[in-house]
């Protein structure tokens, strides 16, 4: 992942919710060319932060049982409203249901009270060496680093 589009995991309900933010500064580097006169969070970074937002709640709602979580699709997305600097985007995705890997969300992303997207997607959930075994210990590390990333995210979280 380039670009980790969550500073903080606020909440998580296993099996229902969470709710993460992402806090758009200026001296994020695609701000220079989206848009010059007017930087705003470019809309696929929206869909971005609700798919990272949907794969925390995959990973933690199952205990890490997968090291790839990834968008199998997205739709209905509706984008509403800009977002820029200075603002924090709350993310919040809500399961709709789990079949086999395949996980559905819908989602919604607000700045303050205004909506400015929301839509559903799907997640898809896989471990590397379920296709070459010799794998497996790729997949044991990047399970290690994203336990790592978690306990920087959920900092806040722990402390209440």
Known sequence: MRFCLLDRICS?????????VKNVSLAEE?????FPEFPVLPGVFMLEAATQSAAWF???????????????????????????????????????????????FKFEGKVGERTCVSGRLSVECFNLAEEDPSLA????????????????????????
Request: proline share 2%; net charge neutral.
């Open 12 to 20: 998580l309900e296993p099996g229902v919710e969470l709710t993460a």
């Open 58 to 104: 995959v990973r933690m709602s199952e205990e890490y049982a997968h090291s790839m979580i990834v968008l199998q699709e997205a739709k209905s997305v509706k984008f509403t409203d800009f977002v820029t600097p200075s603002n924090t985007l709350r993310m919040r995705v809500e399961q709709l249901k789990r079949e086999g890997a395949i996980t559905s």
């Open 30 to 34: 695609y701000l220079a060319d989206h």
């Open 137 to 160: 210990e790729l997949d044991k590390r990047m399970i290690a680093q994203q336990r790592g990333f978690q306990a920087i995210l959920t900092r806040e979280m722990n402390q209440k």
